[in-house]
Nanobody, 120 residues
Framework: QVHLRESGGGLVQAGGSLRLSCAAS????????MGWYRQAPGKEREFVAA????????YVIDSVKGRFSISGDNAKSAVYLQMNNLKPEDTAIYYC?????????????WGQGTQVTVSS
């Protein structure tokens, strides 16, 4: 069974930057796409960004456009979320998994996530 491992979170001041990483326990991702999600306290998990190795295309939601970018390494062994100009409303636990255009049946087991806390 694949285990997803997110890392790179931390506590930063507003305006700061963090780079999150996601790796799979099997070494490389089986699928051609990966995404990032986040869950803020008291809120539902929210899709944030997606990356496709097959078409080298990225997508981010409007609320992070211009601040966040997603990328993947050439070996399909890691996917990254570069977060700049962070805002307190970005505070959440961040997770990686398949993008929402995959079937929910295809979703991989959720990892522990990585906590991002942005202070004002």
């Amino acid at each position: 069974q694949v285990h997803l491992r997110e890392s790179g979170g931390g506590l930063v001041q507003a305006g700061g930057s963090l780079r999150l990483s996601c790796a799979a326990s099997e070494g490389t991702f089986k699928y051609n796409d990966m995404g990032w999600y986040r869950q803020a306290p008291g809120k539902e998990r929210e899709f944030v960004a997606a990356f496709s190795w097959s078409v080298n295309r990225t997508y981010v939601i409007d609320s992070v456009k211009g601040r966040f970018s997603i990328s993947g390494d050439n070996a399909k062994s890691a996917v990254y979320l570069q977060m700049n100009n962070l805002k307190p409303e970005d505070t959440a636990i961040y997770y990686c998994n398949l993008p929402p255009y995959y079937s929910t049946n295809d979703l991989l087991p959720w990892g522990q996530g990585t906590q991002v806390t942005v202070s004002s």
